[in-house]
Protein backbone atom coordinates (compact mmCIF):
# COMPACT_ATOMS: atom_id res chain seq x y z
CA UNK A 1 0.00 0.00 0.00
CA UNK A 2 2.68 2.22 0.68
CA UNK A 3 4.26 1.94 -2.27
CA UNK A 4 1.23 2.59 -4.37
CA UNK A 5 0.90 5.93 -2.56
CA UNK A 6 4.48 6.61 -3.53
CA UNK A 7 3.68 6.00 -6.62
CA UNK A 8 0.75 8.06 -6.82
CA UNK A 9 2.87 10.99 -5.47
CA UNK A 10 5.80 10.71 -7.75
CA UNK A 11 3.05 10.87 -10.56
CA UNK A 12 1.62 14.18 -8.88
CA UNK A 13 5.19 15.69 -8.95
CA UNK A 14 6.19 14.73 -12.29
CA UNK A 15 2.44 16.36 -13.95
CA UNK A 16 3.82 19.69 -11.52
CA UNK A 17 7.18 19.88 -12.65
CA UNK A 18 6.73 19.36 -16.16
CA UNK A 19 3.87 21.84 -16.27
CA UNK A 20 6.23 23.87 -14.70
CA UNK A 21 8.97 23.27 -17.02
CA UNK A 22 6.50 24.15 -19.76
CA UNK A 23 5.67 27.20 -18.46
CA UNK A 24 9.58 27.98 -18.38
CA UNK A 25 10.76 27.30 -21.32
CA UNK A 26 7.96 29.52 -23.20
CA UNK A 27 9.37 32.31 -21.27
CA UNK A 28 12.88 31.45 -22.42
CA UNK A 29 11.55 31.70 -25.92
CA UNK A 30 11.28 35.13 -27.94
CA UNK A 31 7.33 36.39 -28.45
CA UNK A 32 4.50 35.37 -26.72
CA UNK A 33 0.42 34.64 -27.44
CA UNK A 34 0.25 38.38 -28.02
CA UNK A 35 2.79 38.77 -30.65
CA UNK A 36 1.42 35.65 -32.56
CA UNK A 37 -2.05 36.98 -32.40
CA UNK A 38 -1.37 40.09 -33.42
CA UNK A 39 0.96 39.69 -36.46
CA UNK A 40 1.67 42.35 -38.65
CA UNK A 41 -0.89 44.36 -37.03
CA UNK A 42 1.12 44.04 -33.66
CA UNK A 43 2.10 48.02 -32.29
CA UNK A 44 3.56 48.54 -28.67
CA UNK A 45 -0.29 49.95 -27.09
CA UNK A 46 -2.04 47.07 -29.09
CA UNK A 47 0.79 44.50 -27.55
CA UNK A 48 0.68 45.96 -24.44
CA UNK A 49 -3.47 46.26 -24.19
CA UNK A 50 -3.79 42.36 -25.20
CA UNK A 51 -0.96 41.59 -22.64
CA UNK A 52 -3.28 42.69 -19.93
CA UNK A 53 -6.24 41.21 -20.99
CA UNK A 54 -4.49 37.60 -21.26
CA UNK A 55 -2.86 38.11 -18.31
CA UNK A 56 0.71 38.08 -19.66
CA UNK A 57 2.08 41.10 -17.61
CA UNK A 58 1.58 39.01 -14.56
CA UNK A 59 4.93 37.61 -13.05
CA UNK A 60 5.47 33.87 -14.00
CA UNK A 61 5.42 32.62 -10.10
CA UNK A 62 1.30 33.88 -10.28
CA UNK A 63 0.24 33.07 -13.56
CA UNK A 64 1.58 29.46 -12.79
CA UNK A 65 0.47 28.97 -9.82
CA UNK A 66 -3.04 30.28 -10.64
CA UNK A 67 -2.84 27.81 -13.68
CA UNK A 68 -2.14 24.68 -11.15
CA UNK A 69 -4.70 25.70 -8.97
CA UNK A 70 -7.16 25.74 -12.16
CA UNK A 71 -5.61 22.42 -13.20
CA UNK A 72 -6.76 20.65 -9.99
CA UNK A 73 -10.13 22.00 -9.77
CA UNK A 74 -10.88 21.25 -13.30
CA UNK A 75 -10.27 24.39 -15.50
CA UNK A 76 -7.60 24.38 -17.35
CA UNK A 77 -7.98 28.18 -19.04
CA UNK A 78 -9.06 29.59 -22.06
CA UNK A 79 -7.17 28.93 -25.32
CA UNK A 80 -5.78 31.89 -26.63
CA UNK A 81 -5.82 31.05 -30.32
CA UNK A 82 -9.07 29.34 -30.16
CA UNK A 83 -10.63 31.67 -27.97
CA UNK A 84 -12.63 28.52 -25.67
CA UNK A 85 -12.46 26.37 -22.89
CA UNK A 86 -8.91 24.47 -23.49
CA UNK A 87 -10.77 21.18 -22.17
CA UNK A 88 -13.72 21.58 -24.49
CA UNK A 89 -10.98 21.99 -27.17
CA UNK A 90 -8.91 18.96 -26.23
CA UNK A 91 -11.34 16.76 -24.75
CA UNK A 92 -12.11 14.78 -28.62
CA UNK A 93 -8.51 14.69 -29.74
CA UNK A 94 -7.66 13.23 -26.33
CA UNK A 95 -9.85 10.27 -27.21
CA UNK A 96 -8.64 10.26 -30.91
CA UNK A 97 -5.07 10.04 -29.57
CA UNK A 98 -6.01 7.68 -27.10
CA UNK A 99 -7.40 5.13 -29.19
CA UNK A 100 -4.38 5.33 -31.50
CA UNK A 101 -2.19 5.00 -28.68
CA UNK A 102 -3.87 1.56 -27.39
CA UNK A 103 -4.66 0.26 -30.80
CA UNK A 104 -0.70 0.70 -31.91
CA UNK A 105 0.22 -0.72 -28.24
CA UNK A 106 -2.61 -3.51 -28.57
CA UNK A 107 -0.51 -4.58 -32.17
CA UNK A 108 2.86 -4.64 -30.79
CA UNK A 109 1.74 -6.99 -27.65
CA UNK A 110 -0.71 -9.34 -29.99
CA UNK A 111 2.41 -9.41 -33.20
CA UNK A 112 5.80 -9.15 -30.85
CA UNK A 113 5.03 -11.78 -28.15
CA UNK A 114 4.21 -15.30 -30.58
CA UNK A 115 6.90 -13.70 -32.53
CA UNK A 116 9.59 -13.43 -29.89
CA UNK A 117 8.58 -17.32 -29.05
CA UNK A 118 9.08 -18.61 -32.53
CA UNK A 119 12.25 -16.38 -33.10
CA UNK A 120 13.73 -17.80 -29.61
CA UNK A 121 12.48 -21.23 -30.25
CA UNK A 122 13.94 -21.53 -33.58
CA UNK A 123 17.28 -19.71 -32.80
CA UNK A 124 20.33 -20.96 -34.75
CA UNK A 125 17.52 -22.59 -37.60
CA UNK A 126 17.82 -22.48 -41.23
CA UNK A 127 15.68 -19.03 -41.46
CA UNK A 128 17.55 -17.58 -38.26
CA UNK A 129 19.87 -15.43 -40.33
CA UNK A 130 16.65 -14.14 -42.77
CA UNK A 131 14.51 -13.69 -39.74
CA UNK A 132 16.91 -11.31 -37.69
CA UNK A 133 17.97 -9.61 -40.97
CA UNK A 134 14.52 -8.58 -41.52
CA UNK A 135 13.70 -7.52 -37.78
CA UNK A 136 16.76 -5.09 -37.94
CA UNK A 137 15.05 -3.67 -40.90
CA UNK A 138 12.07 -3.09 -39.50
CA UNK A 139 13.70 -1.65 -36.46
CA UNK A 140 15.35 1.18 -38.85
CA UNK A 141 11.97 2.19 -40.63
CA UNK A 142 10.88 5.53 -39.17
CA UNK A 143 6.97 5.80 -38.45
CA UNK A 144 6.18 8.54 -41.12
CA UNK A 145 7.93 6.66 -43.67
CA UNK A 146 6.19 4.16 -43.09
CA UNK A 147 3.07 5.94 -43.03
CA UNK A 148 3.30 7.67 -46.42
CA UNK A 149 3.55 4.01 -47.84
CA UNK A 150 0.40 2.80 -46.25
CA UNK A 151 -1.30 5.93 -47.53
CA UNK A 152 -0.16 5.24 -51.17
CA UNK A 153 -0.67 1.96 -51.04
CA UNK A 154 -3.90 1.66 -49.24
CA UNK A 155 -5.38 4.65 -49.68
CA UNK A 156 -4.78 5.82 -53.27
CA UNK A 157 -3.94 2.58 -54.72
CA UNK A 158 -6.43 0.19 -53.27
CA UNK A 159 -9.09 2.78 -52.12
CA UNK A 160 -9.35 1.36 -48.86
CA UNK A 161 -9.63 4.67 -47.05
CA UNK A 162 -9.57 8.40 -48.11
CA UNK A 163 -6.28 9.90 -46.83
CA UNK A 164 -7.09 13.37 -44.86
CA UNK A 165 -10.08 12.54 -44.62
CA UNK A 166 -10.82 11.40 -41.18
CA UNK A 167 -14.49 10.04 -40.07
CA UNK A 168 -16.62 12.39 -37.90
CA UNK A 169 -18.64 10.70 -34.95
CA UNK A 170 -21.88 10.02 -37.20
CA UNK A 171 -19.69 7.82 -39.04
CA UNK A 172 -19.46 5.27 -35.62
CA UNK A 173 -16.67 3.79 -33.82
CA UNK A 174 -15.64 0.93 -36.29
CA UNK A 175 -15.08 3.34 -38.88
CA UNK A 176 -12.64 5.64 -37.00
CA UNK A 177 -10.89 2.39 -35.58
CA UNK A 178 -10.68 1.47 -39.34
CA UNK A 179 -8.85 4.84 -39.99
CA UNK A 180 -6.67 4.29 -37.19
CA UNK A 181 -5.23 0.97 -37.89
CA UNK A 182 -3.11 2.37 -41.04
CA UNK A 183 -1.36 5.32 -38.85
CA UNK A 184 -1.27 2.10 -35.85
CA UNK A 185 0.69 0.31 -38.21
CA UNK A 186 3.05 2.31 -39.04
CA UNK A 187 3.99 3.18 -35.27
CA UNK A 188 3.95 -0.21 -34.36
CA UNK A 189 5.87 -1.98 -36.77
CA UNK A 190 9.75 -0.59 -35.87
CA UNK A 191 8.20 -0.96 -32.22
CA UNK A 192 7.09 -4.84 -32.41
CA UNK A 193 10.57 -5.27 -34.25
CA UNK A 194 12.13 -4.08 -30.88
CA UNK A 195 9.70 -5.85 -28.32
CA UNK A 196 10.81 -9.22 -30.55
CA UNK A 197 14.59 -8.63 -30.27
CA UNK A 198 13.68 -7.57 -26.20
CA UNK A 199 12.18 -11.25 -25.49
CA UNK A 200 14.12 -13.22 -28.01
CA UNK A 201 17.97 -12.61 -26.22
CA UNK A 202 15.77 -12.47 -22.95
CA UNK A 203 14.49 -15.52 -23.47
CA UNK A 204 18.18 -17.56 -24.69
CA UNK A 205 19.10 -15.88 -21.77
CA UNK A 206 16.97 -17.25 -19.42
CA UNK A 207 17.35 -20.77 -21.30
CA UNK A 208 21.23 -21.06 -20.31
CA UNK A 209 20.43 -20.90 -16.84
CA UNK A 210 21.10 -23.64 -14.15
CA UNK A 211 17.61 -24.61 -13.40
CA UNK A 212 16.29 -24.70 -16.95
CA UNK A 213 19.28 -27.30 -17.25
CA UNK A 214 18.45 -28.98 -14.06
CA UNK A 215 14.35 -29.47 -15.12
CA UNK A 216 15.65 -30.71 -18.87
CA UNK A 217 17.71 -33.33 -17.22
CA UNK A 218 14.84 -34.24 -15.04
CA UNK A 219 13.54 -35.57 -17.89
CA UNK A 220 11.51 -31.92 -18.96
CA UNK A 221 11.33 -31.17 -22.37
CA UNK A 222 12.90 -27.91 -23.51
CA UNK A 223 9.41 -26.54 -24.83
CA UNK A 224 7.49 -27.47 -21.81
CA UNK A 225 11.01 -25.65 -19.80
CA UNK A 226 10.37 -23.07 -21.66
CA UNK A 227 6.41 -22.07 -21.63
CA UNK A 228 6.45 -23.30 -17.80
CA UNK A 229 9.46 -21.70 -16.17
CA UNK A 230 11.34 -19.00 -18.48
CA UNK A 231 8.43 -17.07 -19.88
CA UNK A 232 7.69 -16.14 -16.25
CA UNK A 233 10.77 -14.80 -16.05
CA UNK A 234 11.36 -13.63 -19.33
CA UNK A 235 8.41 -11.43 -19.35
CA UNK A 236 9.43 -9.39 -16.16
CA UNK A 237 11.90 -7.10 -18.36
CA UNK A 238 9.63 -7.42 -21.65
CA UNK A 239 6.88 -5.99 -19.90
CA UNK A 240 9.05 -2.83 -18.26
CA UNK A 241 10.14 -2.79 -21.95
CA UNK A 242 6.69 -3.17 -23.05
CA UNK A 243 5.79 0.25 -20.74
CA UNK A 244 8.72 2.29 -22.37
CA UNK A 245 7.05 1.09 -25.87
CA UNK A 246 3.69 2.80 -25.05
CA UNK A 247 5.68 5.92 -23.91
CA UNK A 248 7.45 5.52 -27.17
CA UNK A 249 3.67 5.62 -29.49
CA UNK A 250 2.48 8.34 -27.21
CA UNK A 251 5.45 10.53 -28.80
CA UNK A 252 5.12 8.56 -31.81
CA UNK A 253 1.84 9.66 -32.47
CA UNK A 254 2.17 13.32 -32.55
CA UNK A 255 4.35 12.71 -36.15
CA UNK A 256 2.34 10.21 -37.49
CA UNK A 257 -0.97 12.48 -36.76
CA UNK A 258 0.16 15.27 -39.51
CA UNK A 259 1.29 12.21 -42.36
CA UNK A 260 -2.31 10.89 -41.90
CA UNK A 261 -4.05 14.06 -41.21
CA UNK A 262 -5.30 12.72 -37.63
CA UNK A 263 -7.51 15.35 -35.35
CA UNK A 264 -5.51 14.28 -32.38
CA UNK A 265 -3.43 15.85 -29.84
CA UNK A 266 -0.23 15.91 -31.85
CA UNK A 267 -2.06 18.02 -34.78
CA UNK A 268 -3.00 21.26 -32.13
CA UNK A 269 -0.08 20.54 -30.12
CA UNK A 270 1.87 22.26 -32.83
CA UNK A 271 -0.23 24.53 -33.85
CA UNK A 272 -0.30 25.40 -30.06
CA UNK A 273 2.98 25.97 -29.68
CA UNK A 274 3.23 28.17 -32.84
CA UNK A 275 0.83 30.53 -31.79
CA UNK A 276 2.52 30.69 -27.93
CA UNK A 277 -1.03 29.18 -26.83
CA UNK A 278 0.20 28.55 -23.03
CA UNK A 279 -3.30 27.02 -22.09
CA UNK A 280 -3.67 24.55 -24.46
CA UNK A 281 -0.14 23.44 -24.69
CA UNK A 282 0.45 22.88 -20.75
CA UNK A 283 -2.63 21.25 -20.41
CA UNK A 284 -1.53 19.23 -23.84
CA UNK A 285 2.09 18.52 -22.69
CA UNK A 286 0.95 17.21 -18.79
CA UNK A 287 -1.93 14.86 -20.00
CA UNK A 288 1.45 13.33 -22.44
CA UNK A 289 3.21 13.38 -19.04
CA UNK A 290 0.54 11.41 -17.56
CA UNK A 291 -0.08 8.75 -19.94
CA UNK A 292 4.02 8.45 -20.13
CA UNK A 293 4.35 8.06 -16.08
CA UNK A 294 0.83 5.77 -16.09
CA UNK A 295 1.98 3.52 -18.19
CA UNK A 296 5.32 3.05 -15.97
CA UNK A 297 3.24 2.78 -13.05
CA UNK A 298 1.25 0.07 -14.58
CA UNK A 299 4.29 -2.14 -15.70
CA UNK A 300 6.07 -1.73 -11.93
CA UNK A 301 2.46 -3.35 -10.80
CA UNK A 302 2.31 -6.25 -13.41
CA UNK A 303 6.20 -7.43 -12.62
CA UNK A 304 5.55 -7.45 -9.19
CA UNK A 305 2.23 -9.71 -9.78
CA UNK A 306 4.69 -11.70 -12.18
CA UNK A 307 7.91 -11.59 -9.62
CA UNK A 308 6.99 -11.46 -5.85
CA UNK A 309 10.64 -10.50 -4.97
CA UNK A 310 9.61 -7.40 -6.86
CA UNK A 311 6.78 -6.76 -4.50
CA UNK A 312 9.28 -7.57 -1.39
CA UNK A 313 11.68 -5.06 -2.66
CA UNK A 314 9.15 -2.27 -3.13
CA UNK A 315 8.18 -2.33 0.73
CA UNK A 316 4.61 -2.61 -0.73
Not at 12 to 28: G, H, K, P, R
Not at 161 to 187: M, Q
Not at 260 to 272: D, K, N, Q
Request: proline letters at 5%.
Amino acid sequence: MKAFLRRIVMLLLTMILVSLLTFIAFELISGDAATAILGTEATPERLEALREELGLNRPLPARYLEWLIGFFTGNLGVSTSYHQPVWDLIAPKVLVTLYLSLLSFALIAAVSIPAGLWSASHSGGALDGFWTAFNQFCMSIPPFFTGIVLSWCFGILLKWFTPGEFPDASAGFLETVRYLLFAAVSLAIPRIAMTVRMLRSTIQAEMQKDYVRTAISRGNTRAAVLYRHVLKNAFVPVTAFLAQTMAEIVAGSIVVEQVFSIPGLGRILVASISNRDYPTVQAIVVILAFWVVLAGMAADLACQRMDPRLRLGGGA
